[in-house]
């Protein structure tokens, strides 16, 4: 559809597991925090290299660790170069803390033990969404991406402040976006979020509310 012609953006979730039961079973645990998003999915890393260079991208990638066509961690670092700009969330039975901090250090958005329960996994992807950055507390090293973004002022993330500082700026959501390199529907689950953490109503609220943090 043309840009501008005034219809909303479907969110975009892709999911990546050579196991299609493994793909099913995540897009159920995480369907309520996406209602009505569109799930697309990959079986190998070429498949899922393939996906993320789609226009539009995927809003969020849920990659499994170990993908046909990848050996670990190769498949993380190709996805963060061909693709920096899309949420990355590890999904990985292999919940080694070393790997996982180096996962967080190539940049991505979360690691997800495949033994966490339904109702964990969509709360880790309801922070995800938000801009935030899910690990496993037992994983926890407080020095991580994790833990920084954990304590950005006034509850808000790294991301979420970056898109107050462009409210307050007067920017559109379609401006916001295309400055954030993300799609009109990550801007609109980082508002939501935004005037969660701040207990506020609309863009000028949050701006006030906020301004105390804002450079």
């Known amino acids: 559809m043309p840009e501008g012609a005034g219809q909303t953006h479907e969110l975009r979730i892709a999911i990546a597991d050579d196991h299609p039961l493994m793909r099913d079973a995540l897009a159920s645990a995480i369907g309520s925090v996406a209602p009505g998003a569109k799930f697309i999915e990959a079986g190998t890393l070429d498949a899922t290299l393939a996906l993320v260079a789609q226009t539009p991208g995927p809003d969020l990638l849920l990659m499994d660790l170990h993908m046909p066509g990848a ?4 498949g993380v670092r190709a996805v963060r170069t061909r693709a920096p700009q899309i949420p990355l969330a590890v999904v990985s039975a292999d919940d080694d803390p070393a790997a996982v ?4 250090a190539l940049g991505v958005a979360g690691f997800i033990p495949k033994t966490e329960s339904p109702a964990v996994i969509a709360s880790a992807v309801r922070l995800i969404l938000a801009g935030g950055v899910y690990v496993p507390p037992r994983l926890m090293d407080h020095g991580s991406p994790a833990a920084r973004a954990s304590e950005a002022p006034s509850g808000l993330t790294g991301r979420q402040m970056d898109v107050v500082r462009l409210l307050a700026r007067g920017m559109s959501n379609k401006a916001i976006a295309r400055e954030l390199n993300v799609s009109e529907g990550t801007v609109k689950v980082h508002l939501l979020a935004v005037f969660r953490a701040l207990d506020v109503r ?13 450079d």
């Open 71 to 74: 050996d670990g961690l190769s």
């Open 101 to 104: 901090r180096t996962m967080l």
């Open 202 to 214: 609309n863009r000028t609220s949050a701006v006030l509310a906020a301004q105390r943090f804002l």
